[in-house]
DNA sequence: CACCTCCTACGATAAGCGTCGTAGTACGGC
DNA sequence: GCCGTACTACGACGCTTATCGTAGGAGGTG
């Protein structure tokens, strides 16, 4: 069931098509993460993974960086281990992709996969959480 | 901390203008209901609301039926308490609008308050849980 | 090689959630 | 007034989750 980044359904965000990246051929080797299938991915999940206050802010900020950004670019206010879980979480239930990079590990949303299974529902999603940020700042 | 039925910032899917209503007037007096305010609809509760698969039933089952329905008649494999909890937690995070009828509840999206906060995401999340419903079922 | 950084795995804890059954209240019909 | 229907409140149970700290591995740098 499921074992790399995804090339079955999809490359998902991958394929790293941005600069930044290293000379590439060596994307880290060994240590491969396991991610959910495109056609694996549920609804449920992705909205519960987005339904945490945490996990929304990371998805938020890997969606306004357009290019991969390393966990410990996304500042949280809990522990790291914390942090740790949370980026898994979002990885299992397929919102985000996870690849090692030396010794950080970048983070890309799964937008394409994401637009496939549930159209234009991640941008409403993040267009909420602006509109609700606005809103609640204005206060 | 808001006391009853919207009227403050929108009278939601109230208003009750669908035939199905009594002759009005006395909707059933004392009992009513705590809907948190419109402005005080928050994204995260929303969405882990809808992340629920029987709430997300409920929720479908709703925007399906376009008039208001009894708790009664959404069939989930739970029992009658489990039921009323989820049905409370739709009410308490501002996605469902309930309303004493008689030894009814009757239940109602709160369409126009969603889209108001958060335009688009419930047709998609709609749009989505059907999209994914075929997809599963053509398996 | 030593060392530092980044991230992980593990165990612990406390809180939350989904589920149930039972007992109980409000309302309408007889 | 009595009874049935519809829903609720409460307490319990077990599972999941969010959080932490500590210990440790993988990889770059010197």
Redesign the interface.
């Known amino acids: 069931m499921v074992f790399m980044t995804p090339s079955a359904t999809g490359p998902a965000t991958a394929a790293r098509p941005d600069p930044a990246a290293p000379p590439d051929g060596a994307p880290a080797a060994g240590r491969v993460l396991d991610h959910p299938d495109t ?1 694996d991915i ?4 992705v ?2 993974a ?4 945490m996990r ?1 802010t990371v998805v938020r900020e890997l969606a306004a960086a357009r290019c991969e950004v390393a966990c410990s670019e996304v500042p949280l206010p809990v522990s790291k281990s914390t942090t740790t879980h949370h980026f898994r979480v979002l990885r299992e239930a397929g919102v985000i992709c996870q690849v090692y990079r030396g010794t950080s590990k970048m983070n890309a949303l799964r937008r394409a996969d994401l637009d496939a ?5 991640l941008d ?2 993040l ?3 602006d ?2 940020e606005s ?1 609640l700042a204005g206060t």
Chains 1, 2 share one sequence.
């Open positions: 056609a549920r609804l449920e999940e909205l519960h987005l339904a945490d206050p929304l299974l549930f159209p234009g529902l409403r999603v267009a909420a959480a509109a609700q809103r």
